[in-house]
């Protein structure tokens, strides 16, 4: 079992920047690739971001790419999602996943088998 919390989450203006963190324990946390997604009201749950095991690869949905960076200490046992130039349109709960290390890199919400609760994080206009 690996068991995830989000924090950071939060009521921003466009334009503004938000730091995610996600603490992880239970299981050896390197051997897992870790993911973002995040969920709007009424709308599907969607990727956002990934990064190998190791830390040394990384993965960006397109609504994100260049905007937010993915990061992960696995020393520290946490994932962070740094959240920068934040638009109305980031606005849902962000919820911070694990799945496998054969799963790295993947953008589907179904090869992750651990996630958090989630983190709310809303951008004004």
Do not use: H
């Not at 996600?22 to 599907?44: D, H, I, L, V």
């Amino acid at each position: 079992q690996v068991q995830l919390v989000e924090s950071g989450g939060g009521l921003v203006q466009a334009g503004g920047s938000l730091r995610l963190s996600c603490a992880a324990s239970g299981r050896t946390f390197s051997n897992y690739a870790m993911a973002w997604f995040r969920q709007a009201p009424g709308k599907e749950r969607e990727f956002v971001a990934a990064i190998r095991w190791s830390g040394g690869r990384t993965y960006y949905g397109d609504s994100v790419k260049g905007r937010f960076t993915i990061s992960r200490d696995n020393a520290k046992n946490t994932v962070v999602l740094q959240m920068n130039s934040l638009k109305p349109e980031d606005t849902a709960v962000y919820y911070c996943a694990a799945a496998p290390v054969y799963y790295s890199g993947s953008v589907k919400s179904g090869d992750y088998n651990y996630w958090g609760q989630g983190t709310q994080v809303t951008v004004s206009s």
